[in-house]
């Protein structure tokens, strides 16, 4: 089972750059503004975009970790893992434009999740989504406002995101799942 690269380091930090621009300007800069990350690497994908932010507009913006793992209405299915920190920043959520943030938007149980879990955090002014891989296949009403690449794939291929915070390797694979269709991220 072959994988093919569909972005590579330098495309993953354009991709982010231009993230973080848009949404600079679809909050008119920074204030009230607040990210948070879906573990693992939305979380990482998180600080990169506040890094560019704060690069662009000299202000630091808090960023955030949500884990959603107990928000899961597909416990049944898959086996969990184990639930990481949640840590919100030090000004809460209240009020602030939050901007959820994960490597790959599919079937948006994970977003449902998180929305559910933000919930238990404080009342957010709104919420936005950002992902870096859109790969399609919606099971609920969910899109993302800015999105990294759009990639069209099949239920039976597997979209790896590797982050060097983590893999030693900002990459983007697809490839053929051997496991069925329900289990592919």
Do not use: C, W
Not at 10 to 16: F, M, N, V, W
């Amino acid at each position: 089972m072959g994988s093919r690269t569909v972005l590579e380091e330098s495309e993953i930090s354009r991709a982010l750059t231009r993230i973080s621009h848009e949404i600079i300007e679809a909050n008119k800069g920074v204030e009230g503004l607040v990210l948070v990350g879906i573990p693992t690497r939305g979380t990482s994908l998180a600080q990169r975009i506040a890094g560019q932010i704060s690069r662009i507009e000299g202000t630091d913006v808090p960023v955030g970790s949500l884990d959603v793992t107990m928000y899961r209405d597909d416990l049944a299915k898959h086996p969990t893992r184990s639930p990481r920190p949640t840590e919100m920043p030090v000004g809460g959520i209240d009020n602030a434009t939050v901007v959820l943030v994960d490597d790959v938007l599919f079937s948006g149980r994970t977003v449902r999740a998180a929305l559910d879990a933000l919930n238990d955090h404080g009342r957010p002014r709104a919420v936005r989504l950002a992902a870096l891989i859109d790969r399609g296949h919606r099971e609920l009403p969910i899109r993302a406002d800015y999105i990294g690449k759009n990639l069209p794939s099949s239920k039976h291929e597997r979209i790896s995101v590797r982050l060097v915070e983590h893999d030693g390797v900002d990459e983007v694979t697809i490839s053929q799942d051997e496991a069925p269709a329900e289990a592919a991220r």
